[in-house]
């Protein structure tokens, strides 16, 4: 079955970084598009960073120039690296793996991993 695992979170302070990981499995990694999403408690869950399977990324204004998201064929992983974080960043984090079908979107989630950033 398919699966999306994420890891790399945690507590961190202002000013400093996390890579997030997610290690994607039973599916073909490479035609599908990757991101990462964030939910803070009472809002919406927000696209953070995509890249899609020709390397193309995008970015939501909040993370541009601190925030790079990468992906791994080989190794079926996708990566967002967190430099200068603030406490705006503290979210649940989950991965993403999207693409279309004649039938419609097939959209793929992580469980989430916890970002805190707090001095």
């Known amino acids: 079955q398919v699966?999306?695992?994420?890891?790399g979170g945690g507590l961190v302070q202002?000013?400093?970084?996390?890579?997030?990981?997610c290690a994607a499995s039973g599916i073909?990694?490479?035609?599908y598009h990757m991101?990462?999403?964030r939910q803070a408690p009472g809002k919406q869950r927000e696209l953070v960073a995509g890249v899609t399977?020709?390397?193309s990324t995008n970015y939501a204004d909040s993370v541009k120039g601190r925030f790079t998201i990468s992906r791994d064929?080989?190794?079926?992983?996708v990566y967002l690296q967190m430099n200068s974080?603030?406490?705006?960043d503290t979210a649940v984090?989950?991965?993403?793996?999207?693409?279309?079908?004649?039938?419609?979107?097939?959209?793929?989630w992580g469980q989430g991993t916890q970002v805190t950033v707090s001095s």
């Open 93 to 108: 984090y989950y991965c993403n793996a999207a693409r279309g079908t004649d039938r419609g979107y097939l959209n793929y």
């Open 3 to 7: 699966q999306l695992v994420e890891s």
């Open 73 to 77: 064929a080989a190794k079926a992983t």
């Open 14 to 21: 202002p000013g400093g970084s996390l890579r997030l990981s």
């Open 85 to 88: 974080l603030k406490p705006e």
């Open 53 to 55: 399977t020709g390397g």
């Open 35 to 37: 991101g990462w999403y």
């Open 28 to 31: 073909a990694f490479t035609i």
